[in-house]
């Protein structure tokens, strides 16, 4: 016997774990390479022997994806430090190294530290000869690029990403395919900016490069045509648009290398491009017309043939086409079942999706049929314990609440929300999303005090997350200043506005502000909170900006608008009676309702 920390046995759990990771069971995978990685720490094994660095690459990316930062930088800065001594700052394997850790700080928020990092991958990248097959290289100026996006610099990346490309034009020549690399970069972030017209030339560009070097179907310069699509799409140029994505559609289906995967995402392309004009009924065609290719060239059974036959179930569903995306699911459920087994992780997936479908067309009977049979399916071969198995309960909470069967609701949600917090522990995303879910029921069914518990215990923890959960702490502020106000809180309803408010702010540019439902009902809501305080000025302030996005959101003539300008309206008298002074033997200024003033605020709408 080896024992559990012998080099054969970690070759076992290591192999296991890519095969977990495969199948996108992240939580188990984790866990097996960390067991790998404490088992090598034991056996001595460095940190650059090529077993460490093939447990911790992936446990990297799985905490990258997760926004798991702390522990993918722990992981990840001691390799760092050892491959910048042994090796040297410049060398290869230290520069994939930068971009990976560059990402990490830049998840939590250290810019600085991750822009030195990127900054020394594209020193690196403007000599001769240097990075000109390493994806890493590219990944780092896309880094750079979000550092920038992030601390709203726009400029200061539009400078890098010409820098980048006048530097290699003149050291490796025009057709070079990192030029052609940096100029299609380039062209992205013009085309986000809406710079059509100079994304237009650089796309022009790259691609008369990509076509010389690479041909006329390779992925490269497909990407460039396609992106020439967004570009006319965007400039309302339809017939040139569909040329660049029928031509990409057409380039798959003819490359030499057959990739289905790229063909799908071309067909995806083209349908959205169709489904956006009035002809519709071609994005069908399109996706029928990649369907009866594979199951020509690959069989009925094969799964290609079944993730296209789920895109196209989708499609269906999207338009509301239910019975088709039915008979869609259906097939696949049927191939699952015969090639791998009634209770399969893959044949409960499908089954998981055609309950999620009969769920979305009201077909709650048939929806809770499936979400049971997953659900057992799920407990018998992997546990009740398992993310799979919850999720599935999780969704038969959801059924439960829509019926108004209250009880069986509760003990579905409770049930997610403990085994989370007792298996990953109470600081764990999940843990804290059940703990959402939870909290939003009891709201849902106005159990004030229940909701206020797990709603402040979810904002703490999304706050205490990575960034980008932050964006989901506003609206739970402000569901927890609707609680305040039902109990009769008005200073802490006040202070949760307050905080949701600032969040919006802080989130949202103006225009996404002005489209934001939950961020006009927190102006709303502040508003009104300031009134039951007495503070009418505060009110007033809200109340007209509240007024400007309604109107933009529900047009002037809506009922909140209406009810709105009302409001305004009492809070002006109030306000110019209190500024009105007391009557004196000298004449005074009469302190009129100031209409004009009013009208002229809201745009001139009443």
């Not at 802080?506 to 927190?522: G, P, Y």
Request: hydrophobic share 35%; proline share 3%.
């Amino acid at each position: 016997m080896f024992g559990p920390e012998h080099l054969d046995t970690l070759e076992s759990v290591m192999y296991l774990a890519h095969v977990y990771n495969r199948e996108g069971l992240v939580k188990k995978a984790a866990g097996m390479y960390e067991r790998v990685m404490r088992g090598l720490q034991k056996n001595e094994l460095g940190l650059q022997h090529p077993w460490t660095r093939r447990a911790i690459a992936p446990l990297v990316e799985i905490y990258l994806n997760k926004g798991d930062y702390e522990k993918s930088d722990v992981l990840l800065l001691p390799m760092f430090e050892e491959s910048e001594k042994s090796l040297g700052p410049m060398h290869p394997q230290t520069l994939s190294l930068c971009t990976v850790l560059g990402n990490t700080y830049l998840g939590q928020s250290r810019f600085d530290e991750a822009e030195v990092l990127f900054q020394r991958v594209c020193t690196n990248f403007k000599k001769p000869n240097k990075g000109n097959d390493e994806e890493w290289a590219f990944d780092a100026i896309e880094g750079l690029d979000k550092v920038y996006e992030k601390q709203n610099l726009p400029k200061k990346t539009e400078s890098m990403l010409r820098q980048l490309a006048r530097v290699r034009r003149r050291t490796s020549g025009r057709n070079h395919a990192s030029v052609l690399g940096v100029t299609a970069l380039l062209a992205q972030f013009l085309i986000q900016h809406e710079r059509f017209d100079e994304a237009e030339e650089y796309l022009q560009r790259a691609l008369s490069g990509y076509e010389k070097i690479d041909g006329p179907y390779s992925v490269y310069t497909l990407r460039i045509v396609s992106a020439l699509g967004d570009v006319y799409t965007n400039t309302r140029r339809i017939p040139e648009a569909e040329a660049m994505y029928m031509r990409v559609f057409d380039g798959y289906e003819k490359s030499p290398r057959l990739d289905f995967d790229a063909i799908v995402a071309a067909a995806d392309r083209l349908s959205e491009f169709y489904s956006r004009t009035i002809h519709v009924n071609q994005a069908e065609e399109v996706y029928r017309h990649v369907l009866k290719r594979t199951e020509k060239t690959r069989g009925l059974d094969d799964l290609s043939t079944h993730h296209i036959s789920r895109t196209l179930g989708k499609w269906y569903s999207d338009h509301e086409r239910y019975k088709d995306a039915e008979e869609m699911y259906q097939r696949i459920l049927t191939s699952n079942e015969k090639i791998f087994g009634p209770e399969h992780k893959q044949t409960l997936s499908m089954v998981i999706e055609l309950g999620d479908l009969f769920y979305g067309c009201d077909s709650f009977s048939k929806a809770e049929k499936m979400y049971q049979r997953a659900l057992k399916g799920y407990e018998k071969n992997l546990g009740p314990d398992d993310s799979l198995t919850l999720k599935a309960v999780s969704n038969l909470g959801a059924l439960y609440s829509l019926e108004d069967r209250f009880k069986k609701a509760e003990v579905m949600y409770q049930r997610v929300f403990q085994t989370h917090e007792r298996v990953s522990g109470p600081n764990d995303e999940e843990t804290i999303e059940a703990a959402e879910d939870l909290g939003q029921f009891y709201l849902k069914n106005d159990r004030w005090n229940e909701a206020e518990i797990f709603l402040t215990r979810t904002f703490k923890g999304y706050q205490v997350k990575s960034s980008s959960k932050e964006k989901t702490a506003w609206p739970i502020a402000l569901d927890l200043g609707n609680i305040a106000c039902e109990l009769k809180r008005p200073k802490d309803a006040l202070g949760w506005y307050q905080q949701a408010l600032m969040g919006f702010d802080q989130d949202l540019d103006v225009t996404e502000f002005s489209k934001d439902s939950r961020a006009l009902e927190t102006l709303i809501n502040l508003s009104k909170a300031c009134v039951e305080i007495g503070d009418s000025g505060q009110a007033l302030i809200h109340a007209r900006r509240a007024l400007l996005i309604c109107e933009k959101i529900e047009g002037p003539s809506s009922s909140t608008c209406v009810e709105l300008a009302k409001k305004i309206d009492k809070l002006e008298m109030l306000a110019y009676q209190y500024r009105a002074p007391e009557p004196t033997s000298t004449p005074s200024v009469v302190f009129k309702k100031p209409s004009l003033f009013t009208k002229l605020i809201r745009g001139g709408q009443r």
